[in-house]
């Protein structure tokens, strides 16, 4: 009887190749379950899911747009590894991306009439700025009052929100605007370059290359990295190797809010070019998804950061030609996210079935 | 009516990489205490498991009171009257005493009259339990007290004891066996899980030896001695194991004064003004019951809690109580503390990687911060060669290795790194005797190379036979040291339950 | 400032505030066992579109609240099944329920965007919330299921080798803490606000997940927790009302800027937190071992 019964047990040794195979199977049932959902609101599902999912990116334009979205997906993403690795709850990227914004957009406004080749490296840099230190903010509540960071990095998100919603309403609006709640636009050298004419994809994405080959050295190569991830795994056991607890909590969330707010002034600098309300369709949270979907691996985030980009500009198509509302892309985001975890059973554990003796 | 109230035919039970029971057989006789002996991994606690429902055998059948004992669930036992108390108390820290007990009946009677029911047996047995307490607050004795309450509040026929005196004092143990005695005079019968020779002789009627997951044998205590029990427990004899005291030198290594540590939390026992010293080559134990500050001292001498009251930390004449676990162990002192899973080492984590998290001056696995990972794959491989740990290759998972091998694993890390001084906590606790006896000789072996070795443990004898001097914890204070070859075993039990 | 405008505040306060009571204490049951579940915002949110869907269809109030009791008896299974059985992370399962929910609400109610309903009296629900609150008290620290909730929360280990089935007693407690954060929601979309709009739950569901945090996992503190927050929303909107020379944006932040001031006062005393919140909070529990 026992014989047939599967059984769950614990693997002995990290399987590299269910590390590959665990993302897949979740996107397979992502796809059944939303071809299910299509048909149940009537749709056909092969016709719904190739909008979805195959002729966006079916032009040189489309493709560009689907780097355009992954860019900031990517790069928060690889910023929220180091504070996932590190069992931190970082959960207000979209807080640290809307102050990077606000901060670099803010120099942008400032220097509006002047030129010169050094400004958009100095947005750069207070946009890192302004990020980083909204989310040294939830880390220092943690390490010196142990609060929760999940609820207080959420709470800033809209804080921030209202902040910048202040500000393009009162003193940065745009005068000559009329009642648009929005700020001057950019002058030419406070914009990202694009890469290739007539393509919005731009600099950026250079720069998130670069930044997640530097975060896979760290992450694999360096004693920074192991401490992440030791101190993720058991607190008490990185005490005994005497690592710095709230040194590495605040250094995540510092690394994690520059990231974010690099992303945020890449988007106000990039393909916005001024600062107004909805500068960000969520990037902050749904970078979680592309995270745990690239399981915290830079190389597979960058492979989750196109797949989730690929849901944004579906359910753009979706709603144009299908009707549907855009918000289906989030039923994606979330079936899969939960797909992905429901399927990493498999990481830690082997299902067996029968006996081993 | 057969003889036996319980009768077990050829239960076996198999998990995926061991036959933890092998056709186990006996019987166990009406109002006696009955022995299970055997050492860590027998299978007694599989077995034991089997019998109380919480997992299900694969062959086999327990013949209770003349009928097929068919059990799917604990509740199902307690009420046919098998109740048992777990070698880790299964109380619930943050409940009160009353609610811990409420928890172990199992009508759906009204809130009322369960209260009205612990205060009846409270009265009945004369136990002195302050119901309205939380169990955090209780000591171990009072802990096990509760536990045996919540158990005899369903009138078991059959009580299993779980290695019942792991955490008890010498005292304690001796007011456990006169309420173990009254008990069968109840008519309840016990089967007492043991590995401890000498409890057995004293407390039980018969025994059943196990070994390797099979029954070597089952016999009246009669004849039996500790030493003739032993080896049919281990099946073959272990090293003898010998100190040897000319290797100390007249030098002080290891020094510390006056230490205090307020927690101010439930959880914490306070440490009160310890001083103790080791000199070169010297092994010093700390003995006491659990939960008398050990985790709290270990912790402050591996420079995992920096923040003490007041005191001194000496080691070779310098102040280290302000130094990290890292910065001591640039120093060369190396820790290794009670937890394997999740405090030695990480279960997540490959071998390879966990031996990363022992970083010395003088292994030189980091440099400028890059991994060295040559240095760290040749430093693994030589650990699990020397210290003959079992397991597939460096890149096994700590979590899959067994209690023996990882502690093995640990400990070769610490020594593999030359310390001149180890602290070491409980270096044996929960693993096979074969593993036991190669670390305590590997802990001798090492002080005779002249590095000064501390260590703290609850298992007196093995203090008595590896340790040159002794000193005993109690309540988070520490008593005079006393020389192990003319001690006073009468004088050493008493200060372990707090007696002068 | 007369005594008619004092009762009218008062009057606001008890009927905004009643839905973060509901969507606090299904969360402090759930979080009792042992579970944390962050989806609450994505529960309340489908729970306000299904009740609202149904009533315009139906047009009957008793048939949308309890399908949208049934739409949070689905979300928080869907929870379950992946928290307890597949043993997945609870935050990273929460998080993906809340974002689930988001989807599926705006996607469900487009079509009903503006549409009119008639709203029922929040009074009821009021009155409910507050008998609520006392029954779960009553049931934590005066029955035996109670208590078995709380002792599989505190050790699911120690539960298991007693007997209790922990997977069962958790099950409910998540359903239970669904079923009350799809109230929340229903009364948002049929009392509070009738009418449907996107994400129009205003993130209580993640102010309630601060207040059980701010209650220390007691059941009455529910109640001074989201009265709290209840009176600074209220507040802030009627001093931006009475037209003080603040940017209405400042105001807006309050209840977000007030729930980070509370969780440090309340965080800050580390043994408190310690002492109170289950043992066994978003640890997983695998039978097997």
Redesign the interface.
Known sequence: M?FFLP????????SSSVNFLVPLIAIVFTLLTGSLIFSLLGFDPIYSLYTFFISPISSLYGFSELLVKATPLALIAIGLSYCFKNNI?N?GAEGQLTMGAIFGGGVAIYFYNVEGFWLLPLMLLAGVLGGSLWALIPAL?KT?????E???S???V??AT??L??LVV?PWKDPSGFSYPKSRPFNESARMPELFNGLRVHFGLVITLILIFISWFIFS????G?QL??SG??I??A??????QNKLIISAFIICGGFAGLAGLGEVSGPIGLLYRDISPNYG??A??VA?LGRLHPIGIIFSSLIIALTYLGAEDAQIFLQ??S?????????L??YL??A??LI??KI?FG??? | MGQFILDIQNISKSFPRVKANNKVSFGVKKNTVHAILGENGAGKSTFVKILYGLIKQDEGKIIYKNNELKISSPAEARKVGIGMIFQHFSLFESLTVRENLMLGIDDYISYKKLEIKIENLIQKYKLTLDLDAPVISLSSGQKQRVEIVRVLLQNPKILVMDEPTSVLSPQEVKSLFITLNALVKDETTILYITHKLEEVITICNSVTIMRDGEVIETSSIGSNTAKTLANKMLGKNLEEISKDFSAIKDQINFEVNNLSCKFNDPFFTDIINISFKVNKGEILGIAGVAGNGQTELMEILSGENLNIESGKILYNNKRIEKLNPQQRRNLSISFVPEDRLGHSAVPELSLNENTLLSRFYNNKFTKNGLIQKKILDDHTKSIINLFNVKCLDADSNASSLSGGNLQKYVIGREILSEPELLIISHPTWGIDAGAENFIRQSLIKLSKLGTSIIVISQDLEELIQISHKLSIIYNGTLSNTFNTDSIDIEKVGLLMGGGK | MNLDFIIGILEIILIATTPLVFAAIGELVTEKSGVLNLGVEGMMLVGAVSAFVTLVISGSYFLAFLISIFSGILMSGMFAILVLYLMTNQIATGLALTIFGIGLSSMIGKKYIGTPIDGLSPWFFVLISFVIVFIVSYFFYKTKSGLILRAVGESHNAAHALGYNVIKVRFIAIIFGGSMCALAGSYISICYAPMWQEGMTAERGWIALAIVVFSTWKPERILIGAYIFGGVTILQMNLQALGIRIPGQFFNMAPYVATIIVLIFISSNKLRIKLSAPASLTIPFFKGK
């Open positions: 026992n059984s769950i047990v614990l693997r002995t040794q990290n709850y959960i509540l010196k009052f142990n609060t929760n999940i609820l207080t959420l709470m800033l809209y804080v209202f902040i919603d202040y009162g190569k360096t004693i920074f192991f991830k030791v795994l058991s008490k056991a005490r005994f190797a005497g690592f710095n949270f749904t979680i998804i745990f549907i509302p918000a289906v892309g989030f039923i994606f985001q979330g079936l996210l939960f975890l429901g990493e059973l830690n554990y067996q006996k081993i003796s």
